[in-house]
Nanobody, 124 residues
Framework: QVQLEESGGGSVQAGGSLRLSCAVS????????LGWFRQAPGKVREKVAD????????YVADSVEGRFTISQDNAKNTLYLQMSSLEPEDTAMYYC?????????????????WGQGTQVTVSS
């Protein structure tokens, strides 16, 4: 079992920044990938970024490239998503997840542990 708990969401104005955190606990040794996803009302869940837990190789979606950064602190068992230059289109519920496949082509179906989500709202 893996437990994930997000924090750090909130409301900001366009151009602002937020840092999301995800506390990771449990048996993660069989989950090679940690990722951030988001889902806006009426839209499908999309992956924002992921990171290979051993090695630290990262992937960031084209839509947030240059604005979002994913990182992990293994000593604190915490995953981060630093978001800057936020846009109203970034408004969504953000989830962290643990799975077995990282990279551009991995899908939400390849992540089997999910947090409850944290809301990010960006106003214009």
């Amino acid at each position: 079992q893996v437990q994930l708990e997000e924090s750090g969401g909130g409301s900001v104005q366009a151009g602002g920044s937020l840092r999301l955190s995800c506390a990771v606990s449990g048996d993660t040794k069989w989950r090679k990938c940690l990722g951030w996803f988001r889902q806006a009302p009426g839209k499908v869940r999309e992956k924002v970024a992921d990171i290979v837990t051993v090695g630290g190789h990262t992937y960031v979606a084209d839509s947030v490239e240059g604005r979002f950064t994913i990182s992990q602190d293994n000593a604190k068992n915490t995953l981060y998503l630093q978001m800057s230059s936020l846009e109203p289109e970034d408004t969504a519920m953000y989830y962290c997840a643990a799975g077995w496949s990282c990279g551009r082509w991995s899908t939400p179906d390849e992540f089997d542990y999910w947090g409850q989500g944290t809301q990010v709202t960006v106003s214009s």
